[in-house]
Each structure stands twice: as structure tokens, then as C-alpha cells.
């Protein structure tokens, strides 16, 4: 049996939760490339390098990774990207 990440389970109920209408309008089929989703869910919180960082609980260093497109980052990040673009009281307390 394959054993699954406690906090990308967590993070996919909360998704859930919070898209509701949006889940019924993505195919299960669409994967966006991460990098641009990153971009683009990264433009949209409107946080500073350092804020967005401490929102995410990596280091800045981790963030230039992922604008440079060194590094991917994981589903899970993804994740939590969209919940924290989502959810403007998270913005709001990390400033």
C-alpha cells in the first residue's frame, strides 16, 4: 500500500475547500507546467521575495531557485502557493 504525504493531503482538502467551483471546470488531465503556474500564482499574491518566502516557510534562496527555474517545486508547494494567493488574510498577516 502506498503511503501518502500527511501534508499534501492536508493542503489537497483545504484546495478543495477553498476552489470548489474551480475543481468542477479543471479536467483531472491538466497539468500546468510548474514553473509557469509558479510565475503566475507567484505575480499574484503580491508579497516581496522574503515575504512570500516566510508565507511558503522556505528561505529566499529557495524562492530565487524557483524564478530562475533551477529548481521545480513540488505539488505540494504548488499547493500552498494557491492556497496563500487564495486566502488574502495570509497575505495580509505575513506583511
Known sequence: MESKDPMFELLSSLEQIVFKELSQTITPNQKP?????????????G?????????????????????SKRVKPSMTELK??????????????VN
Open 47 to 67: 508579497l516581496k521575495t522574503d515575504d512570500f518566502a516566510r508565507a511558503m516557510g522556505v528561505s529566499v534562496a529557495m524562492v530565487h531557485e524557483w524564478e
Open 33 to 45: 507546467n510548474p514553473f509557469t503556474e509558479f510565475e503566475r500564482l507567484r505575480k499574484g499574491t
Open 80 to 93: 500552498l502557493m494557491r492556497l496563500i494567493q487564495a486566502t488574502p488574510t495570509v497575505q495580509q498577516a
